[in-house]
């Protein structure tokens, strides 16, 4: 069944080497005195903020200035933020950084217009939808969230333990600037993890009970080759400029919404995942890359298997004449081979000194209480199983 849907992007994307020429103009539109976000650093060690600040000095800017966004957003860092735009008479924000600075500066975007306290947006017994939030322009540091061309984020809170992503139409950036060679620093580690957390944003929609538009699945399916042949590449090559470009486009077409296509099934692993980074502040590429193979091991059966099927075939190029239950774990555990060898990403929680004393709370709480009702219907047991598949 194809569902009707509603596509509507409107990020203007600026993609290449030398796009930063348009920053000032593209930031005028917004007004005049800016809130320029960031995190550790990183961007001064390779003068992207040195580039930044030239472009905004010469088109006159006011700027101020907010750094140290956690790797992990905390609450405080938005808290900080909005009230920063309020004291300064903020009119536009830009963040320069990965998916933490966007997704924090985003939230910081709509508190800076609310009275109450930004955690309103996220506490499950108020959940305050964003209704306006300030202008956003960002300049990415990071394949891998794709908060760039999405109106969603994701933000921690250390004092409940707790993790919870929301999206609001107002928070899309108006433009984002995609540069290849501002990742050419990207560590290896971080591009392995960046490209797990690529890949999950397709399998949220991909592994879906419902079967339709065979062109976005056809679109998905070269989503996931793309990522599956450059990781590699960047990871030996960090300064592979195809291999980067190439990651940085899949990374923000695997979430701006093309791919949904109507589908309304809720995520599965990444609420199973925001519990792991909630309360053990680990990488959330790592713990997705942790999970999925484990989730989707989990998930199958005779229900599931034909999806399983396709995407071995079709995306691992497995003998299509194989028995289809053969296909099906052939195809994951090729998928834990790309994960845990080619990439080298610690494959068990138990490397990460995680044991499963918290499993019970962050299943519960990843299941809101009741059923994660995704590509398979999950219980708390249910995803208690599938943490313990993962030590």
């Known amino acids: 069944m194809i569902n009707d849907f509603i596509y509507d992007i409107p990020v203007r994307i600026y993609f290449g080497k030398d796009q930063l020429s348009n920053l ?7 007004g005049k005195r800016v809130l320029l976000t960031y995190g550790g650093g990183s961007i001064k060690r390779i003068g992207l903020y040195d ?15 907010l750094s140290g966004i956690e790797p992990n957003p905390r609450i405080d860092s938005v808290r900080k933020g909005a009230q920063m735009c309020k004291e300064h008479k903020i009119d536009v924000l830009l963040a320069v950084g990965g998916g933490s600075t966007i ?63 929301a999206m609001y139409p107002p928070m899309l950036p108006k433009a984002s600037f995609l540069d290849p ?49 450059y990781t590699p ?4 090559e960090p300064e592979n400029y195809e291999a980067r470009a190439n990651l940085m486009w899949a990374s923000s077409w695997a979430i701006n919404g093309f791919i949904d ?11 199973m995942e925001h519990e792991l980074s909630a309360v053990y502040d680990i990488t959330h590429g790592l713990g997705l890359a942790i999970l999925t193979p484990r989730w989707m091991e989990y ?25 289809p239950m053969a296909i099906a774990h052939k195809a994951i555990e090729m998928l834990s081979n790309f994960f845990f060898k080619t990439l080298e990403l610690k494959s068990t929680l138990t490397e990460l000194g995680i044991d499963s004393t918290h499993f019970a709370t962050m299943a ?9 009702k995704g590509f398979k219907p999950l219980k708390q047991q249910d995803v208690e199983n599938i943490y313990k598949m993962c030590l």
């Open 24 to 30: 000032g103009p593209e930031l005028k539109k917004w």
């Open 51 to 65: 580039k930044v600040i030239k472009e905004l000095k010469a088109a006159d800017f006011e700027i101020f200035e």
């Open 103 to 165: 997704d924090a500066t985003k939230f910081m975007a709509a508190g800076a217009l609310v009275d109450f306290d930004p955690w309103d947006f996220f506490d499950v017994t108020k959940r305050v939808p964003v209704k306006k939030a300030l202008p956003i322009v960002s300049i990415l540091t990071l394949s891998a969230t794709g908060s760039e061309m999405d109106c969603g984020g994701v933000i921690s809170n250390p004092e409940t333990k707790d993790k919870i992503g």
């Open 181 to 229: 060679t501002n990742t050419f620093t990207v560590s290896p580690y971080q591009t392995a993890c960046g490209a797990a957390d690529i890949l999950s944003h397709i399998f949220e929609v991909y592994f879906n009970v419902n079967l339709d538009l065979y062109m976005l699945d056809c679109f998905m399916e070269g989503l996931m080759k793309t990522v599956i042949k």
């Open 233 to 236: 590449i960047a990871m030996r």
């Open 261 to 271: 296509g109507g589908k309304r099934q809720p995520w599965s692993c990444h609420p």
């Open 299 to 323: 998930c199958l059966d005779q229900t599931t298997v034909s999806r399983f099927v396709q995407f071995g075939i079709n995306v691992f190029g497995i003998d299509s004449c194989l028995e």
């Open 364 to 372: 519960r709480k990843s299941v809101g209480g009741g059923t994660l």
